[in-house]
C-alpha cells in the first residue's frame, strides 16, 4: 500500500512539475513579419557599338537610315566610321543634338543643321574638308585632321579641344567666315610642314569671323607657310584673329 502511494505521489510530482513548459516547436505561430527582398526592374541599356556608313541610300544625308549599315542611324555614344569608294561629301542634317563616341572620317563632312559633338576620337583622312555651315561642331577627344581644311561659315560654331598638334603636306586652312562664325583651337601647340614651296597653312577670319588660337603654337619645321591673315570685316562688323600667344615663326 505504501509502494502504491508513492508511486501516485511521485506521477503526481512530475505532472506538475514546469505546467507552463512547451515542447520545443509546439506553440502559437511568431507574428513577427519575415522580410522579403524587393526586386526593382532597371531600365533598358543598349550595349554601343559602331555605325557604319554604307551609302545605300539615294542621298548623301546622314538623315537616310538607308545610308547607314543594318539601316540604322547612329545615335548617341555610337563610334561612327565613314568610308566609302570615291570623293564624296557626306551632308550631317541632323537638327536634334548628337553626341558620338568617336568619329572616323575618310570622307568630306559637312554639317548644314543641328549640334554635333564626339567625346572620343576624332580623325580625318588626309585632304578631307570639314565644313559647319549655321550649326556646330566639337571635338573633345584625341583629334587628328592632319591636311584637313575646317571652315566655319554663317555663324557657326567649331570647337576643336583635343587637337594639339597640325602638319600640313599642301594647301589647307582654318577659315571662319561670316557674321558670329567662330574656329577655336584653345590647345594647338605645334605646326608642321612637309618639304615643298607648295605647302601653305592659313588662319583666316573674314567677314566677321573669329580664330581663336589659345596656347603657345609654334612652327616645328621651317619649310612651307604659316599665314595669319583677318580682313578687318566691316565698320559695323569685325573679323577677329586672336593668337596671342604665337612663338617662333
Known amino acids: 500500500m505504501q509502494l502504491k502511494m ?37 531600365e533598358r541599356r543598349d550595349l554601343l557599338a559602331a555605325a557604319a556608313w554604307d551609302g545605300g541610300g539615294e542621298s548623301l544625308r546622314w538623315s537616310e537610315a538607308a545610308n547607314w549599315v543594318g539601316d540604322l542611324l547612329p545615335k548617341s555614344g555610337d563610334d561612327v566610321i565613314i568610308n566609302a569608294p570615291g570623293d564624296i561629301e557626306v551632308l550631317f542634317d541632323v537638327s536634334e543634338p548628337l553626341q558620338l563616341g568617336s568619329l572616323t572620317s575618310d570622307e568630306h563632312l559637312r554639317l548644314s543643321d543641328g549640334d554635333l559633338r564626339v567625346s572620343g576620337p576624332v580623325s580625318f583622312a588626309s585632304g578631307r574638308s570639314l565644313v559647319v555651315d549655321s550649326a556646330a561642331f566639337e571635338a573633345l577627344g584625341t583629334t587628328s585632321i592632319d591636311a584637313v581644311s575646317v571652315r566655319a561659315v554663317n555663324g557657326a560654331q567649331v570647337v576643336l579641344s583635343g587637337m594639339g598638334s597640325y602638319a600640313n603636306d599642301s594647301v589647307n ?42 596656347s603657345e603654337v609654334s612652327q616645328t619645321h621651317s619649310s612651307g607657310s604659316v599665314q595669319f591673315i583677318a580682313d578687318g570685316g566691316s565698320e559695323s562688323i569685325t573679323s577677329v584673329l586672336d593668337a596671342p600667344n604665337l612663338t617662333q615663326f
Do not use: C, M, W
Request: glycine fraction near 12%; hydrophobic fraction near 30%; aromatic fraction near 6%.
Open 6 to 42: 508513492r508511486n501516485r505521489a511521485r506521477e503526481n510530482l512530475v505532472g506538475r512539475r514546469n505546467p507552463r513548459r512547451k515542447k520545443r516547436g509546439v506553440g502559437k505561430k511568431s507574428s513577427r513579419k519575415v522580410a522579403r527582398p524587393r526586386f526593382e526592374q532597371l
Open 173 to 214: 586652312s582654318f577659315r571662319a567666315e561670316g557674321s558670329g562664325s567662330v574656329l577655336s583651337l584653345p590647345n594647338l601647340e605645334t605646326i608642321s610642314s612637309a618639304l615643298g614651296q607648295y605647302v601653305t597653312t592659313r588662319f583666316e577670319a573674314v567677314g566677321g569671323g573669329t580664330v581663336q588660337i589659345g
